[in-house]
């Protein structure tokens, strides 16, 4: 059996363990266009903040693709699929033959059209850790940063580079930070944390262009001097390959819960693949890492012939900023609890006797309670909810329950 | 391979486990020494309403959630299945506190980054601390399958 992979990311490398778990003698072949060993996307912020070290940023074991048996194309692209000769196509000519295909292709960051933007020479994605490494040579205690973008990859950045810049303004066309996981409240609270920090932020506005290589003219009539431009708006699932070998695709490639791809022996995984959401029964692109993993894995055990689902995909997000922390899981719909001092926050969301979602800023201590309670859509009339909605504790869960977590093999 | 489990029925609620567990992964002589001293123990008792108290550690999960959602790969399962943390790898950005249903995976004294209970594999002690002292036998360290 020849196993292909293109990407080696998180979804590339669950997968080959998954592989490998079933078949020891197929054999597994990764291409990337990265050059690097295998590691978590989202470290390099931590990486730029000095919380790991390049040495510590390897994903797995060095040891790991030998200790697996898989052969690596690092510093390649795939250019084409064809799902009927069953090849993958590289960009130097090369075409590599497969029986099973995962597409582990990741997202590229989307960059909108903004005139003037060919003049700013130091500009930087913020995805792939060669961006972090570019972006760290023009850091300068001098340098004034603008970044485009206040959501997650925006302001892991600003957390990144704060200390190691003059200043940071980011600007953004929404009204306000974290959009895509905080509600108002929460984004205000982040907010005025990096406000007190020294960080200037533009909301409600965006660039209508670069009038030179270090000024940005904005909508509202502002101008922006900078030394350095962060680009962090949005990212676009890398479906392509998929797409134009005839492959269903929405804004990722379409799967089923075996992380199947419409076509023929072809599977898709991580932040590529529009997969099964649980708490909204669509197909979303889910693109957070433990879900690449999840998804990575589901893939790599079918491929090798064990039928397996991923069903539990759900929306959540561990962030936080200069020790603040933030944890979030599912979405924000029904009735409300909330509670508050004045460093925490806390609300739950629920309906139909379910915890639908949750934010939680601060005390984030045993979260993982709440978002079982979402994952496995635990019927709040099963539980003590009224003591579990102050704390997460396993109190609230019937004896039995409880039997079975702590006194049986789980 | 052999896991933490607990008898509820007959803890007491003695949280004698949190010190053992603090002491055994201190570099402390003597336990007197944590006198007055903020523990961050890697076991937890929760103290219910109608007497109820029973331990929680890391279950060392056989599909561990927090290995699969550990951004930096400091999570892994060792060769006998345990669930290890390298700190050195762990940028503390908790997700695996966001995924643990358990509640058992915890930022450790300082905030920096994430503990986990290791069965006292990486202290002197070798065989957990907490099961060696509990005065009920509520806490025990079997091979349940």
């Not at chain 2, 959630?65 to 790898?89: F, H, P, T, W, Y």
């Amino acid at each position: 059996m020849k196993y292909v992979i293109i990407g080696n990311s998180t979804a590339a490398v669950n997968a080959i363990e998954a592989i490998r778990e079933i078949d020891r003698e197929g054999s597994i072949t990764v291409l990337s266009d990265e050059k690097h060993f295998s590691y978590g996307r989202p470290l390099i912020s931590y990486y730029l903040y000095g919380k790991i070290s390049l040495e510590n940023m390897n994903y797995k074991g060095l040891d790991f693709y030998e200790k697996n048996d898989v052969t690596t194309l690092l510093g390649v692209t795939a250019v084409k699929i064809d799902s009927e000769k069953k090849t993958v196509l590289l960009e130097d000519g090369r075409e590599i033959e497969y029986d099973k295909l995962l597409v582990a292709t990741g997202s590229r960051p989307f960059v909108p059209p903004m005139a003037g933007l060919e003049k700013v020479k130091e500009k930087y994605s913020f995805m792939k850790l060669d961006d972090a490494l570019s972006l760290e040579k023009a850091l300068g205690k001098d340098k004034n940063v603008l970044i485009i973008g206040a959501g997650l990859i925006g302001l892991k950045c600003l957390e990144g580079i704060l200390d190691r810049v003059g200043k940071v303004t980011v600007v953004d066309m929404a009204n306000r930070v974290l959009p895509s996981i905080l509600d108002e409240e929460g984004s205000l609270i982040i907010q005025k944390q990096l406000e007190e920090k020294g960080v200037t932020f533009i909301l409600n506005d965006s660039v209508a262009e670069f009038s030179c290589g270090t000024q940005a003219l904005l909508k509202s009539g502002k101008a922006l001097n900078f030394d350095i431009l962060v680009l962090a708006v949005g990212v676009r699932a890398n479906i392509e390959l998929v797409k134009d070998a005839g492959g269903d695709c929405e804004r990722g490639i379409l799967t089923d819960e075996s992380q199947k791809t419409s076509l023929p022996d072809i599977y898709a995984a991580g932040d590529c693949a529009a997969s099964l959401d649980y708490l909204t029964n669509t197909k979303k692109v889910l693109a957070l890492l433990p879900n690449a993993a999840l998804q990575g894995r589901t893939a790599g055990h079918n491929m090798a012939g064990k039928e397996e689902t991923f069903t539990q995909g759900i929306p959540m997000n561990a962030i936080g900023f200069f020790g603040s922390h933030v944890m979030t899981a599912g979405y924000y719909e029904g009735e409300v609890y909330e509670e508050k001092t004045s460093s925490t926050y806390k609300k739950l969301f629920y309906r139909d006797n379910l915890l639908k979602g949750f934010i939680i800023i601060g005390d984030i201590a045993r979260a993982g309670i709440y978002t079982s309670l979402i994952r496995n859509k635990t019927p709040l009339d099963t539980i003590d909810f009224e003591l579990i909605k102050k704390q997460p504790v396993l109190a609230a869960f019937s004896k039995e329950a409880r039997a079975k977590k702590l006194t049986e093999r789980v | 391979m052999k896991r933490i489990y607990v008898n509820e029925q007959w803890c007491l609620g003695c949280h004698l486990c949190e010190y053992e567990c603090a002491f055994a992964n201190s570099n402390l002589k003597e336990m007197y020494h944590l006198k007055g001293k903020s523990i961050f123990p890697k076991i937890h008792v929760e103290d219910a309403a109608d007497g109820i108290h029973y331990a929680v550690n890391c279950r060392h999960c056989q599909e561990a959630i927090c290995v699969k959602s550990c951004i930096a790969g400091a999570l892994s399962r060792d060769e006998n299945g345990m669930v290890v943390i390298d700190q050195n790898k762990c940028v503390g950005c908790y997700t695996c506190v966001l995924v643990c249903p358990f509640g058992a995976v915890m930022p450790a004294e300082g905030g920096k980054v994430a503990q986990k209970c290791e069965l006292c594999t990486k202290n002197a002690c070798g065989t957990p601390n907490c099961v060696a002292h509990c005065p009920n036998n509520a806490i025990v360290f079997e091979d349940r399958g």
